[in-house]
């Protein structure tokens, strides 16, 4: 626990993070390639909040500290709507996305789904279709698992931003 409270006092003091040219928040499937993020910041976005099945918005959620620590870990994991395997629970995502949106004062989302993700894949369009409703802008990427074509993500990201006016 020290680690961590000398670790928030320095972010405390830290300065402000200049240079990008929007806030976004980063939505999706699982993205466990660091370097996937790093290329949409060398473009100019700033990765504020991470929405993804393993990211930091469910993966923070609270466990219950009131029952066996075996059954509150088991208990939110399994009813935890990170994933559209959790079909009846779409609402919801939409939501979280939309609260990171406001709560990290995101200009856009890039929603990304990896290729052959059954799940995301169903649940890309219509999640797309009810963020716009909500009035974000969004960038909609399919992407392998592995980092690969750098180039055409840059592109695609820098086109975003200028469509954002940024």
Not at 16 to 27: C, D, E, K, Q, S
Not at 71 to 76: I, P
Not at 84 to 102: G, N, T
Request: hydrophobic residues 40%.
């Amino acid at each position: 626990l020290e680690p961590l409270k000398e670790f928030a006092k320095e972010l405390e003091s830290a300065p402000p993070v200049t240079g990008h040219r929007a806030r976004l928040v980063f939505a999706g499937s699982n993205c466990d390639d660091p370097g996937y993020i790093k290329i949409i910041e060398k473009t100019g976005g700033l990765v504020v909040a991470d929405r993804t099945c393993t990211g930091s918005i469910p993966g923070l959620s609270p466990i219950a500290e009131d029952k066996d620590p075996v059954e509150a870990l088991a208990a939110r994991y399994l009813s935890n709507i990170s994933c559209p395997r959790m079909m009846e629970e779409f609402d919801a995502r939409v939501a979280e996305i939309l609260d990171a949106v406001s709560e990290y004062k995101a200009d856009g989302i890039i929603l990304q789904t990896m290729k052959f993700c059954d799940t995301w894949g169903v649940e890309a369009a219509p999640m797309v279709e009810s963020l716009r409703e909500a009035g974000v802008p969004i960038l909609r990427l399919e992407r392998e698992y592995a980092s690969a074509a750098e180039g055409q993500l840059q592109t695609r990201v820098q086109a975003f931003l200028e469509s954002l006016g940024k």
